[in-house]
């Protein structure tokens, strides 16, 4: 009986184990893949409104993240000024995106996805005019990136939530390019 007991006990540990490794999302260290795994594996999380959310969440941590580099990093007080905007009004709508995800059971990212991280981490060494001129000309890429996303979003994805999100989120991302292009502008002359 007791040779049993023990032989179901390390099955038990053995299947444990497995599961377990099973459970490590492939060891794939990237939290933007993580938390879309995470999102695949629910059934009441629609695939098109969660990968919108991942993505937001991610870009918007990024444009934090850069933001704050910016003010330390940049040489030009509009660019420093840019980067200050880009805390406060990002930080506001990665703040309504987390409650957001939290009432529709959607992972976020927690932390910067393996792209923005490695982009972050080149443009940690950069400063100056150099860093200037790379963030203002990334900032005009990024946020058409993002807007594109957003308006596709703010037609066509399922949720009504995530679709006023979206849209209330446009008329930002939309002053963003402006003033990201003018600064740019001015950088080159």
């Avoid at 950069?126 to 993002?146: C, I, L, P, S």
Wanted: aromatic share 4%; charged share 30%.
């Amino acid at each position: 009986m007791k040779k049993s007991n023990y032989l179901l006990l390390i099955l038990a540990a053995g299947m444990l184990a497995f599961q377990s490794c099973g459970n490590s999302n492939s060891g794939k260290t990237d939290s933007t893949e993580q938390a879309a795994e995470a999102n695949e594996q629910k059934d009441n999380v629609h695939p098109e409104d969660s990968d919108f959310m991942v993505k937001a969440a991610d870009a918007g941590m990024a444009e934090v993240e850069l933001g704050n580099l910016a003010q330390q990093n940049a040489s030009d007080q509009r660019v420093k000024d840019f980067g200050a905007m880009m805390v406060k009004d990002h930080t506001k709508a990665n703040d309504e995106l987390k409650a957001l995800a939290a009432t529709k059971n959607v992972t976020l990212p927690a932390t910067l996805g393996e792209e923005h991280q490695k982009h972050f981490e080149e443009m940690k060494k950069m400063t100056g005019a150099e860093f200037d001129k790379h963030y203002m000309d990334m900032m005009v890429n990024d946020h058409q990136k993002v807007i594109d996303m957003f308006e596709s979003a703010s037609e066509n994805e399922k949720d009504l939530d995530v679709k006023a999100f979206a849209s209330k989120t446009l008329p930002v991302l939309n002053a963003h390019l402006a003033s990201a292009k003018e600064v740019n502008d001015a950088l080159k002359k």
